[in-house]
């Protein structure tokens, strides 16, 4: 962690969860994950991959602290008060083998938004290709550390042509994400499917007009195969470089009920528009350490009025 970011944590430590999440301009707790998983994992290279226990831990806290709600009571804006709702971004296949089991044994709802792109491992998200390829650096005894952006996905396939790495080999051997099947399980289980664009580009990089196509041919795909009564769309990355001119086309257009970014625990100005938290986070041992530092810091922001998302 920074500096700050540790001397945050630090002075946070003593105070109470209860005490720094109480106040009535808190936003509401919309924590997020990708995986969970007990085996060594290439995706390691992005984001920290937690333990089966570690998750459990972490919704252990959770239930102790807030009160899960529904995506409908999400929705409404009421008694959001003292409550979270949870989310997982990608689609990987630990969402249906690892996590859904976890979640239904504790009985909180969630909702599990993918990448039509990716479905049925049809093509590889471009920083899991660059995780790969820096996992078979290092089996090598090479140092790497790719973070490729989706300009440079050709670059990211030639890469792999060259050291002979085979895209659809890998699909097919390793299946990293969910089937249409078991997505469609989930949501006969009370789950909520979402989108998460087409295929995971860095909004930021494109235009508006492209950034609607993802959104539109997301929501499109979600429609044709789910039955969503609410239709959810997360941001991939994060909404930064998303302007209000999308936002009103999302309205106009009414594409999507409710959307989400990643900026942790912000309010926002853009009215059915939340930000979530990440949760896999570098040097927080527990939800509990990570939550009283995102609290105390939102608190310390609310004092210089930096607590509300910003965007052109």
Known sequence: MKILSQMLSLASRPLSIAGLSSGEDVPVLLPFYHLVSDQAHPFQYNYPVLSTRRFREDLDFLLKHFEPISLETLRSGLNLKNSFYLSFDDGLRECFEVIAPILKEKGVPATFFVNPAFVDNHDLFHRYKAAVLNQFFAKKGVMSDLQNTYADLMSLDQMA???????????????????????SQLEREGFTIGAHSWDHPEFWLLDEERQLDEIRESMEWLAANFSPKIKTFAFPFTDFGVSRFVFDAIRRERLCDLTFGTAGLKLEKESRHYQRLPMEQKGYKSAGHLLKTEYFSYQLKRLVDQHVAKRQ
């Open 161 to 183: 042509e060259d050291v002979g790495l085979n895209w659809q080999e890998y699909l097919e051997k390793e299946n990293p994400y969910m089937t249409l099947e078991q997505l």
